[in-house]
């Protein structure tokens, strides 16, 4: 795909974890919305209860599951919602919670560029596929050109969504790309009762998975191209779940319960919780809902979260769901700074500006503009009230940026209110996601380019220069690297499943917008883009649920976990140099950034083996993390009746699921082994496999056994890992277990972590 660039700017409140959580009805200000979840058990568990709170009140229900799973949203006061969680039946009641798209976190990034992976000839063989995708998202803008259906087959036969009305959006709108479109009921803005996109949010994600090829894209001409989407013979099923507020826990619920009824293959979530408001599993609407559709054959991909680059920050992060990180691709937009003697200094950035290529602007230091009162500190990080109009006006301003809060357009808005006429940002924290400031022409430069600038500013009296207009770059290198905004490990769920799982490309990423006239987002003198670049996890999130779907058409019968297993052990860690991943501060990039590596799209196709994760692994997984027999009892009906939990159900234990990468949390032990099982599903039934280990120093790793040898009887083995600690100076350490053939190379990660 080729690229543009726009200022995205939602209106997202303050996501407060479970505050404020529902709206409230008639003036009981005591009444808000809980979700009663009631596990996987059929529907009409949970009627006499919904008849109860209806007795009450008559609108009183907002949803009723039970098509995946059952249970109901309703408006409770407290004490009702204490009263329903004592009975029978039910596991969990919960606040109604608000989420948050996996938008970067201060809605000001861009400049980076996306094409959709890379080698994605393969998917063109299969264009009968009738795979779909379900986005659970902002809703559609179902006349954008990516979503035109001219190369689409009928309508899966299997479908039983639908489509529905609303002022502004009808049957007409849905064609055989859109295949079904739906919206729930929504208290925070109820004007807002529409499948149709207002934000645009849901249209980018949509038209990443599955948009069809539409040749003239482009950000207003910067880096024009073609667009595609992941898996273009895909079809999209869209649940709108989230307005201008966020998105609502019982409409997501919602959303999934419908899903499973309609037969979407793949669930494709940009959105999430923030980090530090994350709920327990049994009342968090994601992994619940996920955990419903993975078992009902769908197979779940989420957003890792915008809240990196701090550790422990990865949500989403339940093992049935497969959870992605962001990287960078091989693009740049750079905006040039240029001083007189021809001296250019690398600048990144998109404007729309049409400052002259000479020179000319006198340049001021933030710091030498400083009102009295001001000190020469908040001055030189250009903060809100310390610029001296008179000193300024007409000027570019260079700007600090060192830790500071304001970003780049905040200080924008203080140099352009002081009557500034461009604006030059010394930071080192977006690092390689560049911004679009629109009209006003801006850069940001890197702390150590910024040296000459710093030098010249000193040697002159009257300091000129200009700031070129913005190119873009392609072929960048070192490309990907992980995002710093890309939410990382170890998972505070369990630090025994290594999380995220996947990185794929969500650095100014260009795809479907609103094209609507007069939004927020489109630049001053401009018309509306049919395209926008943005960036976050939730665009990583959509190229990976395109390759879960050109992996499902290619071999319909797999599961959920085969699906994921396929994707992570075919990732690549390796970088466009050659050279190992490293995040954009120049680290080296682990498992904890990245998972299993960056995408590939044509691999997983045909992985050759594949860890699949059963219904056991997850319950057993249920029983380590501390929910009772009970309790397990409720959430899985398909639960064996011989099932129990295991004796000694610790922690420790969910290192031993059978996952497609390894996490071990070591306390003074010295050896831990675990075990895990691989499927046969290459093109072979004789097929031998022989194991690379790469570890860590310190750390001796042995498979038993350390080939594998599949027969035409024999398409399942297992080999135990065992890990040695002779000596670990630090930890977390990191390393690889690989199984090849001729044809096939699967690798997992590993991590022991304490
Ligand atoms: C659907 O909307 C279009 C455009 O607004 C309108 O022309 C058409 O009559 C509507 N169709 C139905 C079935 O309401
Ligand atoms: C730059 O020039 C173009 C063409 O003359 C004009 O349309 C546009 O509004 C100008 N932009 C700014 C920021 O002045
Ligand atoms: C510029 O001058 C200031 C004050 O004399 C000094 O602190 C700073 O180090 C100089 N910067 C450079 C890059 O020479
Ligand atoms: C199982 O756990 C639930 C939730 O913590 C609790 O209410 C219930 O009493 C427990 N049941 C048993 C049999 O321990
Ligand atoms: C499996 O392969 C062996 C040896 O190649 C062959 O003799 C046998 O008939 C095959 N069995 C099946 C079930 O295909």
């Not at 799973?69 to 919602?81: P, V, Y």
């Not at 826990?249 to 009824?261: H, M, P, Q, R, V």
């Not at 479907?512 to 003198?525: I, L």
């Not at 009772?628 to 969910?654: E, R, Y």
Request: overall charge negative; charged content about 15%; proline content about 5%.
């Amino acid at each position: 795909m080729e690229g543009g660039y726009a200022i995205i700017r939602f209106v997202v409140l303050l996501v407060l974890f479970g505050i404020g959580g529902g709206s409230e009805a008639g003036g009981e200000s005591d009444e808000k919305v809980y979700i009663v979840y009631m596990g996987g058990a059929d529907g009409s568990l949970g009627n006499e209860l919904v008849a109860s709170v209806t007795r009450r009140k008559e609108n009183g229900v907002v949803h009723k599951y039970k098509h995946g799973f059952s249970g109901f949203a309703a408006r409770l006061s407290k004490e009702q919602a204490a009263e329903i969680a004592m009975k029978e039946g039910v596991v969990s009641v919960f606040a109604d919670p608000l989420l948050k798209l996996h938008t970067t976190r201060s809605w000001d990034f861009l400049t980076y560029q996306t094409q959709v992976i890379i080698d994605d000839d393969d998917h063109h063989h299969h264009s009968s596929s009738d795979t779909i995708i379900g986005i659970l998202d902002t809703g559609i803008w179902p006349e954008a050109p990516s979503f035109g259906d001219k190369d689409m087959g009928p309508l899966p036969s299997r479908w039983k969504g639908t489509c529905m009305n609303s002022q502004d959006f009808n049957s007409s709108n849905c064609n055989r790309k859109i295949i079904g479109a739906r919206f729930y009921a929504n208290d925070d803005d109820d004007t807002d009762s529409s499948a149709r996109d207002s934000i645009g949010h849901g249209s980018h994600v949509a038209s990443t998975a599955a948009g069809c090829s539409v040749s003239d894209a482009s950000y207003y001409g910067l880096a024009p191209g073609s667009a595609k989407g992941g898996s273009p013979s895909s079809s999209l099923a869209v649940y709108k779940v989230c307005s201008n507020f966020g998105c609502r826990g019982s409409a997501i619920l919602a959303a999934f319960d419908d899903a499973i009824a309609d037969g979407v293959d793949i669930l494709s979530l940009s959105l999430g919780s923030p980090a530090t408001f994350r709920p327990q599993l049994t009342s968090d609407p994601i992994a619940i809902g996920a955990f419903h559709a993975v078992q009902s054959g769908i197979t779940v991909v989420c957003s890792a979260g915008n809240d990196g680059p701090a550790s422990n920050t990865v949500v989403n992060d339940a093992p049935w769901i497969l959870t992605v990180a962001a990287t960078t691709i091989d693009r740049d937009f750079q905006s040039h700074l240029l001083l007189p003697g021809n001296k250019v200094i690398k600048g990144q950035g998109i404007h729309f500006s049409n400052l002259s290529t000479s020179p000319q602007y006198p340049l001021v230091y933030g710091e030498s503009a400083t009102t009295g009162s001001a000190n020469l500190a908040e001055a030189r990080l250009c903060h809100p009230g310390s610029l001296d109009g008179s000193k300024v006006k007409g000027k570019i301003v260079v700007c600090d940026g060192k830790n500071d809060v304001y970003s780049t357009s905040e200080k924008i808005e203080t140099v352009k209110e002081s009557g500034g006429i461009g604006m030059v940002h010394v930071q080192d924290q977006s690092r390689a996601v560049a911004s679009s400031y629109g009209a006003f022409p801006a850069t940001v430069i890197n702390s150590k380019d910024a040296l000459p600038l710093f030098q010249y500013l000193n040697s002159t009296s009257k300091p000129t220069a200009t700031i070129l207009a913005t190119v873009s770059v392609s072929n960048y290198k070192p490309a990907p690297q992980v995002a710093y905004f890309s939410s990382r490990g170890p998972s505070t769920l369990s630090n025994n499943i290594l999380k995220p799982d996947i990185a794929a490309p969500g650095v100014e990423i260009l795809a479907a917008w609103t094209g609507k006239e007069g939004a927020e987002d489109v630049p001053e003198g401009k018309k509306a883009s049919p395209f926008n670049l943005i960036s976050g996890t939730s665009m990583a999130c959509p190229h990976v649920s395109g390759v879960a779907a050109n992996v499902k058409s290619r071999n319909p019968t797999w599961t959920p976990s085969a699906i994921k297993s396929a994707i992570m052990t075919c990732a690549t860690q390796n970088n466009n140099l050659k050279a190992p991943i490293t995040t954009d501060s120049g680290s080296l990039a682990t498992p904890y950034d990245y998972g299993a590596g960056e995408v590939t799209t044509s691999g997983p196709l045909q992985p050759g083996l594949v860890y699949e994760t059963t219904t056991t692994d997850y319950l057993n997984y249920l029983c380590y993390i501390g929910l009772n027999l009970s309790t397990i009892k409720l959430i899985s009906t398909t639960l064996p009746s011989t099932f129990a939990c295991p004796k000694d159900s610790s922690s420790d234990h969910v290192s031993n699921i059978n996952y497609p990468s390894i996490s071990i949390h070591i306390s003074n032990l010295k050896t831990y082994t675990v075990t895990r099982t691989v499927t046969n599903v290459g093109e072979d039934e004789e097929a031998l496999y022989s194991s690379l280990v790469d570890a860590p120093s310190g750390v001796d790793v042995k498979l038993n056994p350390d080939k594998l040898q599949f027969t035409n009887t024999t398409n399942k083995l297992s080999y135990e890992v065992t890990f040695s600690i002779a000596s670990l100076n630090e930890a977390p350490v990191f390393g690889t277990i690989t199984w090849t053939n001729a044809k096939h190379t699967v690798q997992s990660p590993f991590v022991l972590t304490n």
